[in-house]
Structure formats: C-alpha cells, structure tokens
C-alpha cells in the first residue's frame, strides 16, 4: 500500500547535538517530498522540499534533507540543534503526474522533538 | 510570505449545534483550499479539497452533509460542522494553495480547536 513512515514518534536530543528524523515512503514512482514543522499554536511550516535534482536539499532553519532513492527516503538532518527547534516534524509527499483533485499532501505521521537543555 | 489565517482560534460549543470556522488568504489568491483533520499525536488527515467557486470534494469517509465547505471566493472558505458532536471534536486546519492544476507551495493556517460538549 502507498504510504508515509516516519519510524520515530518520539525522539529527545540535547541542545547541541545532531538530529536526524527518517522518513521512508512507499509509492511506484518517486513523489514530491516535503518536512514540514508544527510548533503549538502555528500552523505547518514548510522546512524544505525535494522535486528533482541535487539529492541534498538545504532549508531553512539550519535544516537538510537527503533523498535516497535506493532507500526511499527522505530523512531530515541538522547538525546542531536548537532549544527553539522542539516541534513536530512531518514527512509529506505529493504523487508526480496529478493534476487537479490528485496533486495534494499526504503526510506522515509525526516525529515530536524534545530537546533537552 | 504567504500567510493564512483561521478564525476561531479555538470554540467550544454544545452538542447538536453548528460551527462555522474561517479560513483566509491575507496576501494571495488561493484558487485551491484544503481541510485537514487532526486528532493528538497523530498525523493531518486531509477532509476535503475545495476550488473557487465549485463544489468541495470530499475524501473518502468525511461526511459532506455534516463538514459543509464553502469556497466563495479566492481568499475565504468556510468550514461548518453541522450538529457537532463530542466524536467531532478536533483540531482543523486548513491550506491554501495558489493554483489548482499544478503543484505549488501549500500554506497553512493555524489551526481552529473545536470542542463539543
């Protein structure tokens, strides 16, 4: 079945230290992904997006993302992370080709950040 | 950036009445807006997909008599849950993307939290 894994619903990390958030995706083809980033109260943040191209994509926030696609993944990394970064962070796709009623975001289902001073 | 809003914030309202939540472009004409349903710790679960002036369409399982949408103009459109219920209690956001047939940056509001007693 197509899907959206994000294996870690929860992962704590110390103010400093690296981050990764994996997110593995489960469709014929290659989609459009995306990591977004919830904080209480916002609304979803786009961090970055991957369409093609350099298979290393920088974002905002000190954020990167590498797409894999002998894995199919698109995991989420930061080398040094921020108290201000703890959020939820979504994985999301858009399937390539649909126009219309087809072209929307499917989303994971959230890895929470703790970061510990 | 691209910013939209949500209005209520957040409402809570007795059994068997009717809601109406907001939803507005403040600087973009968004000819395509989404509905998204999310219960805690878990992921966006899309509702419906609205374009300017048509009819929303519904995903499979939402109850379109109940979760009416409005998409009246390019930068408002309306949710109303109709005789809510305690089970509709939720957190709903909503998106707004510039054009319908191909992809573009999603933006999203900031979430209205609905309580039904």
């Known amino acids: 079945a197509q899907s959206v894994t994000q294996p870690d619903i929860h992962i704590t990390v110390s103010e400093g230290a690296s981050l990764e958030l994996r997110c593995n995706y489960s469709y014929g083809a290659t989609p459009y992904l995306f990591w977004y980033v919830q904080s209480p109260g916002q609304g979803l943040q786009l961090l970055l997006k991957y369409f093609s191209g350099d298979t290393l994509v920088q974002g905002i926030k000190g954020f990167e993302a590498e797409f894999k696609r002998s894995q199919s993944s698109f995991n989420l990394r930061k080398p040094s992370v921020h108290w201000s970064d703890a959020a939820e962070y979504f994985c999301a796709v858009v399937l390539r080709g649909l126009t219309g009623g087809g072209n929307k975001l499917t989303f994971g289902t959230g890895t929470q950040l703790k970061v510990e001073l | 950036g691209a910013v939209v809003s949500q209005h209520p914030s957040w409402v809570i309202c007795k059994s068997g009445t009717s809601v109406k939540i907001e939803c507005r472009s403040l600087?973009?004409?968004?000819?395509?807006m989404f509905w998204y349903r999310q219960f805690p710790k878990q992921s966006l679960m899309l509702m419906a997909t609205?374009?300017?002036?048509?009819?929303?369409?519904?995903e499979q399982g939402v109850e379109k008599d109940k979760f009416l949408i409005n998409h009246a103009s390019l930068t408002l459109s309306t949710l109303t849950v109709t005789s809510a219920h305690p089970e509709d209690s939720s957190f709903y956001i909503c998106?707004?993307?510039?054009?319908?047939?191909?992809?573009?940056?999603?933006?999203f509001g900031p979430g209205t939290r609905l309580t039904v007693l």
């Open positions: 609205s374009n300017e002036g048509s009819k929303a369409t519904y």
């Open positions: 600087d973009f004409q968004a000819t395509t």
């Open positions: 998106s707004a993307r510039v054009l319908a047939y191909s992809y573009n940056e999603q933006f």
